[in-house]
């Protein structure tokens, strides 16, 4: 992985503006990472962390905008789901602002009962 490239990329976006190299590298080495590169350069990321069995979090998942809309990002997101290390978990989540088409072909969806889940921010 382009660790300079997914942090530069990170820092301009909605969601994770500010956040350090360090801590970019501290959630990739704790998380499953996807890279995507087109003639060996990256232009996509994505992680995910699981505990392989109840759930797993979906995060940072991006497609450099000079390579979207050529598929890149379904592709990323198809290969994500077919791992075996989500093969039994029973929900996979994530957060977005603008990519709720992509996502809900995957079968994502908002949460049907809001009110059962809760989360702890930090700031």
């Not at 990256?42 to 995060?59: E, K, N, S, Y």
């Not at 198809?78 to 709720?100: C, M, Q, S, Y």
Request: glycine share 8%; hydrophobic share 45%.
């Amino acid at each position: 992985m382009d660790v300079d490239f997914v942090h530069a990329y990170l820092t301009q976006s909605y969601w994770a503006a500010g956040r350090t190299k360090a801590d970019v590298i501290k959630s990739m080495k704790n998380a499953i990472c996807f890279g995507v590169f087109v003639e060996k350069q990256q232009v996509g990321f994505a992680r995910i962390v699981t505990d392989q069995v109840v759930f797993a979090w979906l995060m940072d998942v991006f497609i450099d905008e000079m390579h979207q809309g050529k598929g890149l990002g379904k592709k990323l997101i198809d290969a994500i789901l077919k791992i075996p290390e989500l093969e039994n978990v029973n929900g996979v989540g994530l957060r977005t602002k603008d990519a709720h088409g992509l996502y809900r072909q995957y079968g994502f969806d908002a949460i049907p009962d809001g009110s059962t889940w809760m989360l702890r921010n930090k700031k």
